[in-house]
């Protein structure tokens, strides 16, 4: 694999493994539980691009490179939890710094994803790197909130799985133009700009209205 896809896989494993040890401190997990759920943000969403690629072993388990990424911020992450009180209107800011890191994720395992489709099956255009793409972006986050026992937020947070689909199109479409360096750039920066928006202006995706058994609108 090429430096721009390293570059983009450590960066996704790193801010994942953050979100994912915020999760844990956030349920009240031990040290454990903290470094299970920070190990598995970061790599699973990339165990489950690489088995749909077919390529095995996968990446995160032929050396511990991802994995050590993982622990490290784990540790980081409770060592600081630890060592610096946050006030209770503090938590504005753990939840900024949450949201970042998830952002982060989101937007550079969309890029690894992509890439690793138009690596492996160059006459695949569109439908596979897209979706390998959105499945390494949104794998390792469903996890993690299926182990916290939280409903996934890729179910229900605005502009999120989107932004991913938005991001491998862009990839798709810049690559015959400018080649894979800069298509995976322009994919990065257009998932971080779509979820940067959504955060600040508050964009949604369209919610049915819930009707109750009495045929009440809620």
């Not at 938590?91 to 890029?111: E, H, I, P």
């Amino acid at each position: 694999m090429s430096l721009t896809w390293a570059v983009f896989e450590i960066l996704g494993t790193v801010a994942f493994a953050f979100s994912g040890a915020a999760v844990g401190l956030a349920r009240g997990m031990d040290v454990f539980g903290i470094a299970l759920l920070s190990v598995v943000t970061a790599v699973g969403g990339g165990i489950l691009r690489d088995v749909l690629a077919g390529i095995f072993p996968p990446f995160a388990l032929r050396g511990p490179d991802g994995i050590i990424f993982a622990l490290m911020t784990a540790a980081a992450v409770c060592i600081g939890f630890r060592h610096f009180h946050i006030p209770r209107r503090g938590r504005k800011l753990v939840l900024f710094a949450y949201r970042v890191s998830d952002t982060a994720g989101l937007a550079a395992f969309t890029v690894t994803g992509a890439m690793t489709a138009i690596d492996s099956y160059p006459g695949y255009r569109y439908v596979l790197p897209v979706l390998l793409g959105l499945i390494t972006a949104v794998g390792g986050g469903i996890l993690r909130d299926v182990l916290a026992q939280k409903v996934p937020v890729v179910l229900y947070e605005d502009v999120y799985a989107m932004a991913s689909v938005v991001g491998g199109i862009v990839i798709c479409v810049l690559y015959p133009l400018t080649g894979i360096v800069y298509a995976s750039w322009g994919g990065f920066g257009a998932v971080l700009l779509l979820r940067v928006c959504a955060i600040i202006f508050g964009w949604r995706l369209y919610h049915p209205v819930r009707i109750h058994g009495g045929g009440e609108r809620e």
